[in-house]
């Protein structure tokens, strides 16, 4: 199984507030999960990534919860901002067929008021 | 990192017709992709562009009607052909590695009337 589920699709929240994104896979061939950002009318740009031999990883507001045995990870974003509001994608790196790609997934769009 | 640059970024086509994209990245990269993204929606992979020899497309897309070519390790091109509605997407290159990290380029919006 090569999806990789994310919720929730949209996600409001105040300045200042935690918000958190949530994906699921099945696939335990997955290896490499990075998160990225879009803004409108750019494209998707690396966020942070973590391996399934790391619980988590942080980077400035930025922090990777990962569950291996649930196959789960999580994006949280700690005291956001007006600025952080974008569409999210996680992903999943795998190795199929002779090479390896990303599955990505669906996408959170998310607002933070001022 | 690497810096990826598409062209054009934006285009409006004629039905029917066809246009190439072009993608150069600033440093050679071990791979090279084609994404496609309908606005608001998330990421399809349409194929991994392999230095040299034909591309690897993903289920559902196929050459003739999205060839591309990759030259050398810092270029490649995706071309849409014969160009309906249902094309009108951002089209999106990728590169690097994709067991550590891939890159993106702007994307290229494609309106097709």
């Known amino acids: 199984q090569q999806q990789v589920k994310q919720s929730p699709q949209s996600l409001i929240v105040q300045k200042g507030g935690i918000p958190i994104i949530n994906c699921a896979y099945e696939n335990t061939a997955f290896d490499y999960f990075p998160w990225y950002q879009q803004f409108p009318g750019k494209g998707p740009a690396l966020l942070i990534a973590i391996r399934p031999d790391v619980s988590e990883k942080k980077e400035g507001r930025f922090t990777i919860s990962f569950n291996k045995s649930a196959k789960q990870f999580s994006l949280h974003i700690m005291d956001s901002q007006p600025g952080d509001s974008a569409t999210y994608f996680c992903?999943?790196?795998?190795?199929?067929?002779?090479?390896?790609?990303?599955?990505f997934g669906t996408g959170t769009r998310l607002k933070v008021l001022a | 990192s690497a810096v990826i640059s598409q062209k054009p970024s934006r285009d409006i086509c004629q039905r029917g017709t066809s246009l190439t994209i072009q993608c150069q990245v600033d440093?050679?990269?071990?791979?090279m992709f084609w994404y496609r993204q309908q606005p608001g929606q998330s990421l399809t992979l349409i194929a991994t562009?392999?230095?040299?020899?034909?591309?690897?497309?993903e289920s559902g897309f196929v050459i003739d009607k999205f060839p591309i070519s990759r030259p050398n390790l810092t270029f490649s091109t995706l071309t849409v052909s014969n160009m309906s509605p249902e094309d009108s997407s951002i089209y999106l290159c990728?590169?690097?590695?994709?067991?550590?990290?891939?890159?993106f380029g702007e994307g290229s919006w494609l309106t097709v009337v």
């Open positions: 990728s590169g690097g590695d994709p067991r550590y990290t891939i890159y």
């Open positions: 992903a999943a790196s795998l190795y199929f067929s002779g090479t390896y790609k990303y599955i």
């Open positions: 562009a392999n230095q040299g020899s034909e591309a690897t497309y």
């Open positions: 440093s050679q990269v071990t791979m």
